[in-house]
Antibody, heavy 116, light 109 residues
């Protein structure tokens, strides 16, 4: 069964750092771009970042450029999101999703709360 | 990277049809045939129901259909069922980014 599962969320103070991970299984991980999508409480979905299958190319939404870094290990099949200089407005459930042009496999999400 | 515009809500009785619009620009919706739609039930992760404007993933009922004209895409849910009550989001590839819609809450009356 194909699945992705996020981990690493939690409570962090403004200005702090957090590293999210996403473990993938059931498909050829290196063949797919992988993305992070977030959803603030009670709000809509927002694309955050994508890394290509080979990890050569990375893409970010403007609000996280210079603060977040996406990476991947194709062995084992893991996606990461290093989040630095966190802001209150980064509070959200962060989803790991397969793809870039569309997202066809999603995890249950991990909640990141930025608060003092 | 402005969000695509969707109506906040839509509703219909069981068996009826509901159509949700998704308006972007020539840099996203109008520029690529890469519009996708997602269904999200409360407390759950999103589920892909339409990709490449009109295509349905395996297992998605043919009651769900997509279309596009210019900078506006649409999702139609025919033969509404109780389990279709959910939030729906459109999304478009935009070259070096992806952008989601503002979301539409569909209520089955």
């Amino acid at each position: 069964e194909m699945q992705v599962l996020e981990s690493g969320g939690g409570l962090v103070q403004p200005g702090g750092s957090l590293r999210l991970s996403c473990a993938a299984s059931g498909f050829t991980f290196s063949s797919y771009a992988m993305s992070w999508v977030r959803q603030a409480p009670g709000k809509g979905l927002e694309w955050v970042s994508t890394v290509s299958g080979t990890a050569i190319a990375t893409y970010y939404t403007d609000s996280v450029k210079g603060r977040f870094t996406v990476s991947r290990d194709n062995s084992p099949n893991t996606l990461h999101l290093q989040m630095n200089r966190l802001r209150v407005e980064d509070t959200a459930t962060y989803y790991c999703a397969r793809g870039f042009v569309w997202f066809d496999l999603w995890g249950p999400g991990t909640l990141v709360t930025v608060s003092s | 990277q402005s969000a695509l515009t969707q109506p906040p809500s839509a509703s219909g009785s069981p068996g009826q049809s509901v159509t949700i619009s998704c308006t972007g620009t020539s840099s996203d919706v109008g520029g690529y045939n890469y519009v996708s739609w997602y269904q999200q039930h409360p407390g759950k992760g999103p589920k892909l129901i339409i990709y490449e404007v009109t295509k349905r993933p395996s297992g998605v009922p043919d009651r769900f259909s997509g279309s596009k004209s210019g900078n506006t895409a649409s999702l139609t849910v025919s033969g509404l069922q109780a389990e279709d009550e959910a939030d729906y989001y459109c999304s478009s590839f935009a070259g070096s980014s992806n952008v989601f819609g503002t979301g539409t809450k569909v209520t089955v009356l």
